[in-house]
T-cell receptor
Framework: GEDVEQSLFLSVREGDSSVINCTYT??????LYWYKQEPGAGLQLLTY?????DMKQDQRLTVLLNKKDKHLSLRIADTQTGDSAIYFC?????????????FGKGTKLSVKP | GAGVSQSPSNKVTEKGKDVELRCDPI?????LYWYRQSLGQGLEFLIY????????KSGLPSDRFSAERTGGSVSTLTIQRTQQEDSAVYLC??????????????FGPGTRLTVT
């Protein structure tokens, strides 16, 4: 079945770059997503990438997609304490026609001053 | 409304009781989803409603779980005879049927359910 894997914890120092990695299994996924969950808050879409793209950059965020290896990464440049949160990787199965997203367990990013 | 709202925000119930969780999606969104976030389990898809189509119930963990969506808007997730393993944060999300060029789900703040 579909599965999304990501490491559970990442700790970085303020100002450094953070790289959060994710692997997925459904090769038919149309879109892959990164969601952010801050303490006590709901999930918020951070960025997404279409499966025919290799890279997408959005200000401090860079998403890299290796479709051959089914590997997705999120790089946060100049990480700030406000970036501390749980980051979820997600894939949409069946090209989104069924609607549900398959999420990883989330990577908790801790940013030390 | 401004976003997806859920009620109650917190619910404590005794094992064996039934509970109802409510979700108000963003006005105009035809798709509505329920997810469950448990410690150590991440986010788990439960059920999906799309317009007037039959819901996709493939994620419901047991027949104690059910959901309905009245009038294509508000949804209620019902858990009968609650068990301690049902303790989790239940998240609702909504989206337009298909938002081009990508498919975004907007999440509510969740209902934290604790079964004692």
């Amino acid at each position: 079945g579909e599965d999304v894997e990501q490491s559970l914890f990442l700790s970085v120092r303020e100002g450094d770059s953070s790289v959060i990695n994710c692997t997925y299994t459904d090769s038919s996924s149309t879109y892959l997503y990164w969601y952010k969950q801050e303490p006590g808050a709901g999930l918020q879409l951070l960025t997404y990438i279409f499966s025919n793209m290799d890279m997408k950059q959005d200000q401090r965020l860079t998403v890299l997609l290796n479709k051959k290896d089914k590997h997705l990464s999120l790089r946060i440049a100049d990480t700030q304490t406000g970036d501390s949160a749980i980051y979820f990787c997600a894939e949409s199965i069946n090209g989104g026609s069924q609607g549900n997203l398959i999420f990883g367990k989330g990577t908790k990013l801790s940013v030390k001053p | 409304g401004a976003g997806v709202s859920q009620s109650p925000s917190n619910k404590v119930t005794e094992k064996g009781k039934d509970v109802e969780l409510r979700c108000d999606p963003i006005s105009g969104h035809t798709a509505l989803y329920w997810y469950r976030q448990s410690l150590g389990q991440g986010l788990e898809f439960l059920i999906y409603f799309q317009g007037n189509s039959a819901p996709d119930k493939s994620g419901l963990p047991s027949d104690r779980f059910s959901a309905e969506r009245t009038g294509g808007s508000v949804s209620t997730l019902t858990i009968q005879r609650t068990q301690q393993e049902d303790s989790a944060v239940y998240l609702c999300a909504s989206s337009l049927e298909r938002t081009l060029p990508f498919y975004e789900q907007y999440f509510g703040p969740g209902t934290r359910l604790t079964v004692t």
